[in-house]
């Protein structure tokens, strides 16, 4: 599975938009990109993923390069309850099992 | 509601002593997983099961045991085998092993 690079940390005010990127160059063909995130001593939680086009639903937007090779998640009105770590990983459709590597990931900090 | 429930959130035991920490979802979900996750790292891999009444092992599988005689149940037993059982334990589950993975909330195990 393809590596990813993501800022160590971000700052967004409330109510604005959060834009979290992330660099995969070495992406293929059949990888997904996905995005989860964690909240403090809290289980993962799956955000949205896309294969080639732009992706939206209740919590988050995904938008991906027309080249694949980074991403960018939206939240769009960011809130407190939005301050965690946000994971993007790059993971290959059909795999034998999905094992999900989490790197160190983006700590996202929404204040007032 | 469905979802993945683990349990329980915090657990104490004593050097040397097996203990089983419990998973169930009711997603009607095919695929279960075990992850370890330690403090400021990602996620590590410890067994999987694909459908019932099969698991394999993943990354860190030394030490641990799993069982999966229900769809619906994934126990995970830490032995007295493993070296540094202190750590937060994740359970998820999917669809299949291709699909998108949900998270319980975890089980903080410390050992004394």
């Known amino acids: 599975d393809a590596k990813t690079t993501q800022p160590p940390s971000m700052d967004c005010a409330e109510g604005r938009a959060a834009n979290l990127p992330c660099n995969h160059s070495?992406?293929?063909?059949?990888?997904?990109v996905y995005w989860y995130r964690q909240i403090h001593s809290q289980g993962p939680q799956y955000i949205i993923h896309?294969?080639?086009n732009n992706e939206t639903n209740e919590m988050a937007s995904l938008i991906i390069t027309e080249d694949r090779k980074s991403s960018t998640l939206i939240l769009p009105h960011a809130t407190l309850r939005d301050t965690a770590v946000y994971y993007c990983?790059?993971?290959?459709?059909?795999?034998?099992?999905?094992?999900?590597?989490f790197g160190q990931g983006t700590i996202l900090t929404v204040h007032p | 509601d469905g979802g993945i429930t683990q349990s329980p959130k915090y657990l104490f035991r004593k050097e040397g002593q097996n203990v089983t920490l419990s998973c169930e979802q009711n997603?009607?979900?095919?695929?279960m997983y075990w992850y370890r996750q330690d403090p400021g790292q990602g996620l590590r891999l410890i067994y999987y099961?694909?459908?019932?009444?099969?698991?394999q092992k993943g990354d860190i599988a030394e030490g641990y045991s799993v069982s999966r005689e229900k769809k619906e149940s994934f126990p995970l037993t830490v032995t007295s085998a493993q070296k540094n059982p202190t750590a937060f334990y994740l359970c998820?589950?999917?669809?299949?092993?291709?699909?998108?993975?949900?998270f319980g909330p975890g089980t903080r195990l410390t050992v004394l």
């Open positions: 998820a589950s999917s669809i299949s092993a291709a699909d998108t993975q949900y």
């Open positions: 070495t992406i293929s063909g059949n990888e997904y």
């Open positions: 896309g294969l080639k």
């Open positions: 990983i790059v993971l290959a459709g059909g795999t034998s099992y999905g094992k999900l590597t």
């Open positions: 997603l009607n979900h095919d695929a």
């Open positions: 099961s694909q459908i019932v009444n099969d698991f």
